[in-house]
Structures are given as C-alpha cells and as structure tokens.
C-alpha cells in the first residue's frame, strides 16, 4: 500500500515562507507525477504545482514566480518551496502523486491527508 507523508504546513505572515514535503512510501517501482493541490473552504480543490520524473514542472498562474517545486526521484519526495506568501494562498494543501507502479498495480492515483497552510495579513 502506497502512502503519502506530508509535512511543514503551518502558520505565516504575508510575505514570510513554508516548504513543504512530501515522502511516498510503500513497494514503489516508479512515480511518474508528483505534486500538490490545495482546496480553500468553499472551493474546488485546485492544482499548484506538479513535476514528472523527467524534470518537467506545471504552476498554477497564481503562483509562478513564487513557488517552486522540487523533487528527489530516489527518495520518492516532492517538495514545495512557498515564497512570498499571500493571505489568498491559505487552503489546505494536498500532496498527489500519480501514475505510481507498484509491484502489484499499476497507474495508481494516491493522495495524501492535507497540511494546513494558513497566511496572515
């Protein structure tokens, strides 16, 4: 069974930072896709950032230039470097890897728990 850890939400003033990471584990062979989605109350959960295993990374609009997305294929960890944080970037953050091989499945959708990222004005 494949599970995703989260960790390094928290509370932040406009303009501070938070990472965030995020470590799959279980009998993984290949992860082709991880990322994050967040999902504010009230609203539809949204794509962030996410990054294939060859390097090739998606931004929302809303957070080009301040976020960044990272990843360590071995470890099978996806990062989320958030800069200059915004009171509208509060939602809770969700890790997602997808397209993940196991050696019992295979093109499996995981997500995680969620982190709550909450930016103060």
């Known amino acids: 069974q494949v599970q995703l850890a989260e960790s390094g939400g928290g509370l932040v003033q406009a303009g501070g930072s938070l990472r965030l990471s995020c470590v799959a584990s279980?009998?993984?062979?290949?992860?082709?896709?991880m990322g994050w989605f967040r999902q504010a109350p009230g609203n539809e959960r949204e794509l962030v950032a996410r990054?294939?295993?060859?390097?090739?990374?998606n931004y929302a609009d809303s957070v080009k230039g301040r976020f960044t997305i990272s990843r360590d294929n071995a470890k099978n960890t996806v990062y989320l470097q958030m800069n200059s944080l915004k009171p509208e970037d509060t939602a809770v953050y969700f890790c997602?890897?997808?397209?993940?091989?196991?050696?019992?499945?295979?093109?499996?959708?995981?997500w995680g728990q969620g982190t709550q990222v909450t930016v103060s004005s």
């Open positions: 997602n890897a997808d397209g993940v091989i196991t050696r019992a499945q295979q093109n499996l959708r995981v």
């Open positions: 279980g009998s993984i062979y290949r992860i082709n896709t």
């Open positions: 990054l294939t295993t060859g390097g090739n990374p």
